[in-house]
């Protein structure tokens, strides 16, 4: 398929080709490309991946400190993560460097730029945007045949997943991210679009704010069916907290025994592996859908 | 005859003539150990006696106001002793030290705003009979409204009762100060530098009060004072400190006289008789541009 | 004698057993009436008439019946009424702490959190947060568990650092207490910066001030600590009086000057470093409540320790009730409306009135 037929297919206008080697980011900057860069520095977890993904790796010369998937990514430089060690990075001499909008300490960008290093940004806004984003960063980086391939394997893991799920009744849940205090998802972030898109309602849906503290009150009060916990290595929330929980009990996720844990690294990082944590979502919130195999955490 | 602090009696017992007793007296702050000047206060030995006013002069830095402290107790001795009533001031409790010494320091800046009857009111403080459930409240006797109504009275800040004190005038504060001190039903007074900081009309008050104190209430007072004049007026007997030693102690015609000032202060002045009173009245010379 | 010398005592120059159950009493009503108006507002519509209710069936002992009490019984039972009380001890806490401080410090920019000990248990919590620990110990949360004892740690060190031959020199004090702060607050600064930002962010969050209502035993715990170091506290407030007048006229009264600030730090360090574990920094409550009630009631400590003491429980009371209901569902750091409350009145304070304060 071309990239036109793509486009069409997805509904999603293009942002990222103007010309051949042209690129927009998604701050608004424009950058050109020669020639596919050989030696690029990733500062998020999720853009490593996707360049593993698509089988850039090789060309990766260095990742953040939390970039751990896959097992490749263990062995390339660290560079730090939101505040990354601008010597160290600019000793691997990249020739582009991918960053985060979030997380990313403001002047860092400016610092690159004085510094004539190409920085390309991406916001994650919403789920079709990361693939978008993996095909954008395939053409960058001169793998577009492989990009093209893991998105649209991508967009259609995500597909199946909702038509698994359609026509049953959204599923209340609450996503807690931190205990003390509750802090929970909004409207606005990530994670509460992929628990629409799981097949559930959010109880926190009525927050303006993308991560607000939310009122143990109101969570009484909505109720919520199933309870998922974030759990990691380096953070998450730990097994006794989530015991805690069980005290409420006549909430109807406890009192059905629905607590569970969802790995945070999956639904937090906006790359390849977001069908997985929408998966895992999907298979927490609608057990009895017919799935294809069980993934693992 | 075993003189007895203060106690359930509340009496002073011991009837010595010397009110304050200074033996070998040695004091220095921590601070200034092996450095420069050994002792801050250097074997002083002499004695106050009962009723009498004493002034205690010299150039700063001799050590007057530490000798004041270390006199009422606020000040570890270093060697030596000091004796209250004839016993030693380390067998004394705070408690029965505060009953019988009232100390005015130099000044009060207060912190907090207090009214001047509840500042005199603190004065009874050390009368109070601790009840370790309550917290004082209401436990002001009529004797304690009393004390500190007469102290109120005598120092003349009785209309300025409900006022703040720090709405008023240093002359003022200075005298509710004393008040405070009064209301301690002290048998000893002992003043630093009371008239510092204050107007001439301010000066001429308090002094005037602490003479006519002393003889209403038969104090006993200590007042450390840099102005020589004051303390010839006012005093029965100057005590000459010059670097923590005692360099003369008695009556101001003996003590504050031109060679003995030389002496402490390095320096001639005039003396000459008050038109008055008669006493030594010191001024300074008319030579005295030095090139 | 006695109606002369009654004109002064009565114009309320001092301080009168009547004046004193008079402001006392109406305070405990005010605080009361503030109570039970706060347990009527939250994220949730559930009101007074839920109250009545719940409190009747806990009375009855319906544990057995549990199940069957409605969810809006125990939003009030489990959430609310912890929480509200919870605020008002922290509060009345603060206050207190608060007044002491200023007094044994002699200064009017004093408060709870000067003294080193606050960054000693949030460093406590940063740790255990940091390491993942669990939630409760025992009945006992953990959390707290761990900052009462970092709060300790700061206590013994300040004390080591501040105090020199039995003493304890009131700069050496506040020198000890600055460093102390500034250290133990690099240390957490750094945990932070090395957490993953989602878990950094729960952190900041704690740290900013936040009431959870807690568990009936650990609130039955923090009540009985509360009360007992109050009690305490109100012993010395004839101390506290004199104290101002300065640390040798104070000793010269009879005052064992020693021995009461030892006591005066210990107890205050020890309440704070209580609070601060529970409910993280909230700021503002410790150093305006006191300049408010002074200004209203005056300095004896007698009347201003526990009058202070009730008007900061209402205080944060009311403050955390805004703070969980002005965006509910959501709500915002109670440290939020205590600052934007109290940092006007500060400034009135500062600016109309600092002739009245200092």
Known sequence: MTRRQQGILTGMPFMANVSARAYVDDAGRRMYFAKPPARIVSLAPSITEMLFAMEAGAQLVGVTDFCDYPPEALTKPKVGYSNPNLETLVALQPDLVVAPHDFLKPDVIVKLEQLKIPVFILADKNVEGIFVHIQTLGRIVGRSAKADTVAMQL????????????????????????????????????????????????????????????????????????????????????????????????MTAVKRGRLHQISADWLNRPGPRIAQGLDSLAQILHPDSTSGSRTER | ??????????????????????????????????????????????????????????????????????????????????????????????????????????????????????????????????????????????????????????????????RLVSDLSGGERQRVMIARALAQEPKILLL???????????????????????????????????????????????????????????SPEETIRPDVLRMVYGCDVVVDAHPQTGRPRVTMPMDTVRN | ???????????????????????????????????????????????????????????????????????????????????????????ASLAAVGVTLQALLRNPLADPYVLGVSSGAALGVSVAILFGVGSTFMLLPILPIFGFVGGLLALLLIYRLAQSKGRLPIHSLLLAGVILNAILTAFIMFITSIMEPNRSAGLMAWLMGSLTAPGYPALGVFLLYVVLVLVVLMQKAQSLNVLTLGEETARSLGVEIDGVKKQLFFLTALLTGAIVSVSGMIGFVGMVVPHAVRLLIGSDHRLLLPASALVGGMFLTVADTIARTIMAPAEIPVGIVTALAGGPFFLYLLLWRKDRML
């Open chain 1, 155 to 250: 967009r259609q893991q995500v597909a199946a997943i909702q038509q698994r799920i359609q026509g049953m009744a959204p599923v209340r849940m609450l996503y807690v991210l931190n205990s003390q205090p509750l802090i929970t998802v909004g409207p606005g972030s990530f994670i509460d679009q992929l628990i629409r898109m799981a097949g559930g309602v959010n109880v926190a849906a009525k927050t303006v704010t993308p991560y607000p503290r939310f009122s143990m009150e109101s969570v009484l009060l909505e109720d919520p069916e199933v309870l998922v916990f974030p759990v990691g290595k380096a953070e998450g929330i730990s097994e006794s907290e989530q015991q805690a929980w069980r005290q409420w009990s006549t």
């Open chain 2, 192 to 250: 630093d530098e009371p008239t510092a900081f204050l107007d001439i009309n301010h000066q001429i008050d308090i002094c005037s009060l602490v003479a006519r104190l002393r003889a209403e209430r038969r104090l006993t007072v200590v007042l450390v004072s840099h102005d020589l004049n004051v303390a010839s007026q006012y005093c029965d007997r100057v005590l000459m400190l010059k670097e923590g030693g005692l360099c003369r102690i008695g």
């Open chain 3, 1 to 91: 004698m006695a109606d002369v010398v009654s004109s002064w005592a009565q114009a309320g120059a001092v301080l009168t057993v009547h004046r004193w159950l008079m402001v006392i009493g109406g305070l405990l009503l005010a605080s009361a009436a503030v109570l039970v108006l706060c347990l009527q507002f939250g994220a949730t519509s559930v009101g007074t008439g839920t109250v009545a209710t719940a409190i009747a069936r806990m009375l009855r002992g319906d544990e057995a019946g549990s199940a069957a009490l409605e969810t809006s019984e125990i939003i009030m039972v489990q959430i609310r009424f912890p929480r509200v009380l919870m605020g008002f001890l922290v509060g």
């Open chain 2, 1 to 162: 005859m075993t003189p007895v602090p203060i106690g359930a009696t509340g009496s002073w017992v011991s009837v010595e003539s010397s009110a304050i007793e200074a033996v070998g007296l040695s004091f220095r702050y921590r601070t200034t150990e092996g450095r420069g000047r050994m002792w801050t206060l250097d074997d002083l030995s002499f004695q106050v006696d009962t009723g009498e006013i004493l002034g205690i002069v010299g150039p700063n830095g001799s050590g007057k106001s530490s000798l004041l402290k270390v006199l009422s107790g606020l000040l570890p001795v270093g060697k030596g002793d000091v004796r209250l009533g004839g016993l030693s001031l380390g067998k004394w409790s705070r408690t029965d030290v505060a009953r019988v010494v009232a100390v005015v320091p130099q000044e009060y800046a207060q912190v907090f705003p207090f009214s001047v009857a509840e500042t005199v009111l603190m004065g009874r403080f050390p009368h109070r009979t601790a009840r370790w459930w309550s917290m004082g409240i209401g436990e002001e006797t009529a004797n304690d409204f009393a004390h500190v109504h007469q102290a109120m009275a005598d120092t003349d800040v009785l209309s300025l009762a409900d």
